[in-house]
């Protein structure tokens, strides 16, 4: 069984290349958008998204591309080892996913600090970023998550 790994394992400056990939569905966006409740013409007409827009095909929904980057990283950074997600801040897209594009995850470590409150866990603060095939980054943020601390026997 994967796991995550504890709040001493993590350092400033740490980069994890995530292994997993995921190409993108057009059944995905649909399906998220749907149960999200975003009727947006940009993630669910094509025929809008051909005569209207600049891209000519519908956009990934940006937080199907948030959680999927997140979801991505958690086997090797926060599973099973973590108490709860604190945040997350500095979210960026700053390219357009489209149905078909294969997302790659980077996480860098951009600090850690024992929690004053809680003597059994420390607050680590991820920045993630994801790329289609391209190389393009398609989505970046900071998430700052309360993470165990190994037990001392």
């Keep these: 069984m994967a796991k995550g790994l504890y709040f001493e394992e993590f350092e400033p400056g740490q980069v994890i290349e995530h292994s997993l990939t995921r190409t993108v569905t057009e059944t995905d966006n649909i399906l998220f958008s749907s149960m999200t409740l975003n009727p947006a013409k940009l993630h669910l007409d094509a025929h809008y998204c051909e005569t209207e827009t600049p891209w000519g095909k519908p956009l990934v929904n940006s937080l199907f591309t948030l959680g999927l980057?997140?979801?991505?990283?958690?086997?090797?950074?926060?599973?099973?080892?973590?108490?709860?997600?604190?945040?997350?801040?500095?979210?960026?897209?700053?390219?357009?996913?489209?149905?078909?594009?294969?997302?790659?995850?980077?996480?860098?470590?951009?600090?850690?600090?024992?929690?004053?409150?809680?003597?059994?866990?420390?607050?680590?603060?991820?920045?993630?970023?994801?790329f289609k095939q391209t190389g393009d980054l398609v989505a970046a943020c900071d998430r700052q998550a309360f993470m165990l601390k190994q037990k001392v026997a």
């Design 69 to 130: 980057m997140i979801g991505i990283s958690v086997h090797d950074t926060t599973y099973g080892t973590t108490l709860a997600n604190l945040g997350m801040s500095d979210v960026k897209f700053p390219a357009p996913l489209f149905h078909g594009d294969t997302i790659n995850v980077r996480t860098t470590v951009i600090e850690k600090r024992e929690s004053k409150s809680r003597p059994e866990a420390g607050i680590v603060t991820f920045r993630h970023e994801a």
